[in-house]
């Protein structure tokens, strides 16, 4: 056995099963390396949601040929394992175009870099199919994801993930509980239940909600369950209800719009329209009035006109999010976007972006300055550099606060603390830890 290195780039998925990777590995008698340069087994595990991503990555294949040809002359071998969605995407362009890699394994073979490591793996019989592992923690995080399904059934038309990661399947729910459970003796503190379409959850007649409500019911030190990403037409009123109802469920979520505009919805294959989207968000904000809302949202797709994208930033008004995900649409080879009449140039949909950062930057600011009050509840996440008086944290509606702590009282990372919010500094709010400690 010798040392391993792990590069991972995109979703959050991609970082689950990195963590598992991992994890598999050192209890099998490999250690971790600090740096690349160190490895016996260079593993990158890619994204291909946007071609930025697999830019960056094809720069770094450049710095690992490098870094195995200088192993090589102090007679040190290094095998390179790319792995993810650009794995799935690009196979035999990667093999003719970086012969510096050795092993090519597709999502549904990540298992396969045991075997490649000497430590077994998957069957040659099970290698079109994806398999869940029993746990996705590192050790000693406070915060750790929860695969509960894999794939996509929707074909949004600009998307290439149901491509790359297959059709929907479900995990087991005694084998999610299970994990729940390890995490929370741990002394994990939130936990985020992943998905690419999280909310179609499906597993021998019980859906997300009653999943979501059996996860609730096993935790004991779990203070914040979350849920990654829930699509808007699968948002039913019984998940709305469990929300509400359940003091673990984070009243925080990410709800993808895409786009303000009925026709571009339409056009992106999303299934739902304009109103239906803003209906489902004032439904929820009334039950649940203390809900605040991340966005992911697209500008630029082919066809948008400026009033569409005028049509977005009002929606973006009417909900108020506190937090953003923005990007321009970004042409991936396969999906139905591609061939699309009224295609934008690149430096059209830049400026568009920009004007949808700059006016989002701008509103957010005003909505989270009248939120710096009261006192909250805080993850504590790590000691500021510019303060070592001061400590970073974020509340249950991911917010990051920098908080003077009480000497007599001091937390540690991963404690969760009563902090007074009093200012907005930039994104950042300020506090002062109070006596609690929870």
Same mark, same amino acid.
């Given at each position: 056995? /010798?040392?391993?290195?792990?590069?991972?780039?995109?979703?959050?998925?991609?970082?689950?099963?990195?963590?598992?990777? $991992?994890?598999?590995?050192?209890? *099998?008698?490999?250690?971790?390396?600090?740096?690349?340069? #160190?490895?016996?087994?260079?593993?990158?595990?890619?994204?291909?949601?946007?071609?930025?991503?697999?830019?960056?990555?094809? *720069?770094?294949?450049?710095?690992?040929?490098?870094?195995?040809? $200088?192993?090589?002359?102090?007679?040190?071998?290094?095998?390179?394992?790319?792995?993810?969605?650009?794995?799935?995407?690009?196979?035999?362009?990667?093999?003719?175009?970086?012969?510096?890699?050795?092993?090519?394994? *597709?999502?549904?073979?990540?298992?396969?870099?045991?075997?490649?490591? +000497?430590?077994? /793996?998957?069957?040659?019989?099970?290698?079109?199919?994806?398999?869940?592992?029993?746990?996705? =923690?590192?050790? +000693?995080?406070?915060?750790?994801?929860?695969?509960?399904?894999?794939?996509?059934?929707?074909?949004?038309?600009?998307?290439?993930?149901?491509?790359?990661?297959?059709?929907?399947?479900?995990?087991?729910?005694?084998?999610?509980?299970?994990?729940?459970?390890?995490?929370?003796?741990?002394?994990?503190?939130?936990?985020?239940?992943?998905?690419?379409?999280?909310?179609?959850?499906?597993?021998?007649?019980?859906?997300?909600?009653?999943?979501?409500?059996?996860?609730?019911?096993?935790?004991?030190?779990?203070?914040?369950?979350?849920?990654?990403?829930?699509?808007?037409?699968?948002?039913?009123?019984?998940?709305?209800?469990?929300?509400?109802?359940?003091?673990?469920?984070?009243?925080?979520?990410?709800?993808?719009?895409?786009? +303000?505009?009925?026709?571009?919805?339409?056009?992106?294959?999303?299934?739902?329209?304009? $109103?239906? =989207?803003?209906?489902?968000?004032?439904?929820?904000?009334?039950?649940?009035?203390?809900?605040?809302?991340?966005?992911?949202?697209?500008?630029?797709?082919? /066809?948008?006109?400026?009033?569409?994208?005028?049509?977005?930033?009002?929606?973006?008004?009417?909900?108020?999010?506190?937090?953003?995900?923005?990007?321009?649409?970004?042409?991936?080879?396969?999906?139905?976007?591609?061939?699309?009449?009224?295609?934008?140039?690149?430096? #059209?949909?830049?400026?568009?972006?920009?004007?949808?950062?700059?006016?989002?930057?701008?509103?957010?600011?005003?909505?989270?300055?009248?939120?710096?009050?009261?006192?909250?509840?805080?993850?504590?996440?790590?000691?500021?550099?510019?303060?070592?008086?001061?400590?970073?944290?974020?509340?249950?509606? /991911? $917010?990051?606060?920098?908080?003077?702590?009480?000497?007599?009282?001091?937390?540690?990372?991963?404690?969760?603390? #009563?902090?007074?919010?009093?200012?907005l500094n930039g994104n950042t709010y300020t506090g002062r830890q109070t006596d609690g400690r929870i």
């Amino acid at each position: 056995m /010798g040392k391993f290195f792990i590069e991972t780039y995109g979703c959050q998925m991609n970082t689950a099963e990195s963590n598992a990777i $991992e994890s598999l590995l050192v209890s *099998g008698g490999w250690t971790s390396a600090d740096r690349p340069e #160190d490895a016996d087994l260079d593993i990158i595990n890619t994204c291909s949601v946007r071609k930025s991503a697999e830019n960056r990555i094809w *720069g770094r294949l450049g710095a690992f040929k490098h870094i195995k040809a $200088e192993r090589a002359k102090n007679g040190l071998s290094t095998a390179l394992v790319l792995t993810g969605c650009m794995a799935d995407r690009l196979k035999d362009e990667l093999k003719n175009d970086a012969p510096q890699i050795d092993y090519v394994v *597709g999502n549904n073979d990540k298992l396969r870099i045991l075997e490649i490591a +000497g430590l077994g /793996g998957k069957t040659s019989s099970e290698s079109d199919k994806y398999t869940f592992t029993k746990a996705y =923690y590192k050790e +000693g995080d406070f915060s750790s994801y929860v695969p509960i399904m894999n794939g996509c059934n929707n074909f949004c038309s600009y998307c290439i993930v149901p491509y790359v990661r297959g059709r929907e399947i479900s995990r087991c729910p005694e084998q999610i509980l299970q994990e729940v459970k390890f995490l929370d003796s741990k002394g994990v503190r939130e936990i985020t239940l992943l998905g690419q379409n999280v909310n179609s959850y499906s597993y021998e007649g019980i859906n997300f909600p009653k999943l979501l409500k059996m996860i609730c019911d096993v935790c004991d030190n779990i203070v914040w369950i979350r849920f990654e990403s829930p699509h808007p037409k699968d948002f039913s009123d019984e998940l709305i209800e469990v929300i509400a109802t359940e003091k673990r469920v984070a009243k925080h979520l990410h709800v993808p719009m895409q786009s +303000g505009s009925t026709r571009i919805l339409e056009l992106m294959n999303r299934r739902y329209t304009r $109103e239906r =989207y803003l209906d489902l968000i004032s439904k929820i904000s009334r039950r649940i009035p203390e809900m605040t809302y991340a966005v992911d949202v697209m500008v630029g797709f082919p /066809g948008e006109t400026e009033e569409e994208f005028q049509q977005t930033l009002s929606a973006m008004a009417q909900v108020g999010y506190i937090e953003a995900y923005m990007y321009y649409w970004n042409p991936r080879e396969g999906t139905r976007a591609c061939t699309m009449d009224g295609q934008i140039p690149e430096k #059209d949909r830049q400026q568009r972006l920009q004007r949808l950062i700059d006016w989002q930057l701008e509103n957010a600011a005003r909505i989270k300055a009248k939120r710096a009050h009261g006192i909250q509840k805080v993850l504590v996440t790590q000691v500021s550099r510019d303060n070592s008086k001061q400590m970073l944290g974020r509340n249950e509606h /991911g $917010e990051m606060v920098a908080f003077d702590v009480n000497p007599s009282n001091m937390p540690k990372v991963g404690d969760m603390v #009563d902090v007074e919010f009093l200012l907005l500094n930039g994104n950042t709010y300020t506090g002062r830890q109070t006596d609690g400690r929870i």
